[in-house]
């Protein structure tokens, strides 16, 4: 304390008047960071708030309030006090948050002032100034847990309500499944009957074409509620991927969606369903074209991680509301016209995944385009050798 009342106006004020004033700015910086915590402790808003309101406590603390600006960089976003400008005599601390690197707290002053200990700050200043950004990243790292507990309970929640679902279709599906198969069987053996009329003919066709797109529904939906075996063999993913994208060669030329496949060279074969695994590629690529209905990209890549396979398929389409986002996998929602989308396509593919001990993200945003990112585990190939290829 002394020792920057002598470095302040080259030691001719008298000593009592020194340690008044030495005394005024340990209390400012004191209430300075006081007042962050306070802040700290009763805040509710969004963080973009705290980290602006932080900001703006900062300058008063300094020696020369009236030219002083700050401001605080955190990742890409920026929070500053009005008037903040660069260039001037700056006095800065980085905000290390879990020994990463994560931004930087800044003092300028807008006017030139004084030599002192450090440019024209005071090396309490800087004491204050490495306090204020060790409480920023408290700030950051509370905030991100918080985050993180909000999104664990959100999927907790989510994958709570798809069982739930799950088991309702399955119990749907299983009932209506006898029924129809009756009724399907019945009207194929009255088409065959020699003595139909020709008239009651088309009524019959429709009854069949109608039971067998039931058929299909319910499938889907003990597809979803993995009530269908898995049948697991050596697949290699890469030649599911070339299969599935084979069928829509035709598409992609007539809607001008330019097909990007980056396929990993060293795929590992996979203890998984062919058929199923197909399957979830289908309906991805579909959704992507129908996102892009004006062309685009479609990107499909695959890669090998550390004891998983990862799987991305990327358009550059419509994307999706975080709404939407949020009911994606639950079977039956659709944005889609009736004969374009039955809803059921997403609910497929995330129970083919879970059927195969995989996961499935998502990342959208409207008119940004849609990347979802399956990961599934690989098991060791010797467990797969006495099964047989699928
Ligand atoms: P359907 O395609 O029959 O509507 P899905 O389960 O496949 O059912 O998809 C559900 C909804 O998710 C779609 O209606 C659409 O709104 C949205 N969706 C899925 N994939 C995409 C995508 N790649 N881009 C934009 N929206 C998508
Ligand atoms: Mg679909």
């Given at each position: 304390m002394s020792k920057r009342a002598e470095s302040k106006a080259g030691a001719v004020a008298p000593p009592a008047d020194q340690t008044a004033r030495a005394l005024r700015e340990r209390v400012k910086e004191l209430s300075c960071l006081y007042r962050i915590n306070r802040i700290f402790d009763d805040f509710i808003g969004s963080s973009d708030d705290i980290y602006q309101r932080v900001v703006e406590l900062?300058?008063?603390?300094?020696?020369y309030p009236e030219v002083a600006s700050a401001r605080i960089t955190l990742d890409a976003r920026r929070y500053a006090t009005p008037g903040f400008q660069e260039g001037g005599p700056t006095q800065a601390a980085d905000v290390v948050v879990g020994g990463k690197h994560r931004g930087v707290v800044e003092v300028v002053y807008t006017e030139p002032r004084p030599s002192l200990d450090e440019g024209p700050f005071l090396k309490d200043e800087r004491s204050l100034l490495d306090a204020i950004a060790r409480q920023i990243a408290v700030i950051v790292e509370h905030q991100e847990a918080q985050q993180e507990r909000s999104r664990l309970q959100k999927q907790l929640m989510h994958a709570d309500r798809l069982a739930t679902i799950g088991q309702l279709a399955a119990g749907v599906a299983h009932e209506l499944n006898e029924p129809l198969s009756s009724i399907l069987g019945f009207a194929q053996l009255l088409q065959r009957e020699p003595g139909m009329p020709e008239g009651g003919k088309p009524d019959l066709q429709k009854i069949v074409t109608a039971s067998l797109h039931a058929r299909e529904i319910i499938k889907k939906l003990l597809l979803f509620a993995r009530q269908t075996p898995t049948f697991k063999g050596p697949v290699d993913l890469n030649k599911v991927i070339l299969g599935a994208i084979d069928l829509f060669r035709h598409h992609f030329e007539k809607e001008e969606i330019e097909l990007l496949c980056l396929l990993s060279p060293e795929m590992p074969l996979l203890a998984a369903d062919a058929g199923q695994l197909t399957q979830v590629v289908v309906n991805l690529v579909v959704n992507a074209m129908q996102a892009m209905p004006g062309g685009g990209r479609l990107t499909i890549q695959t890669q090998v991680q550390e004891g998983h396979v990862v799987c991305v398929v990327e358009d550059t389409g419509v994307g999706m509301t975080p709404e939407v986002q949020d009911r994606l996998f639950m079977p039956f929602f659709t944005t889609k016209e009736v004969n374009q989308g039955t809803g059921l396509g997403l609910p497929v593919v995330h129970g083919i995944v879970a059927a195969h001990g995989g996961t499935i993200a998502v990342r959208s945003a409207p008119g940004q385009g849609t990347t979802f990112t399956i990961r599934l585990p690989l098991e060791p190939v010797a467990d797969l050798e006495n099964r047989p290829e699928s």
């Open positions: 900062i300058p008063p603390a300094w020696q």
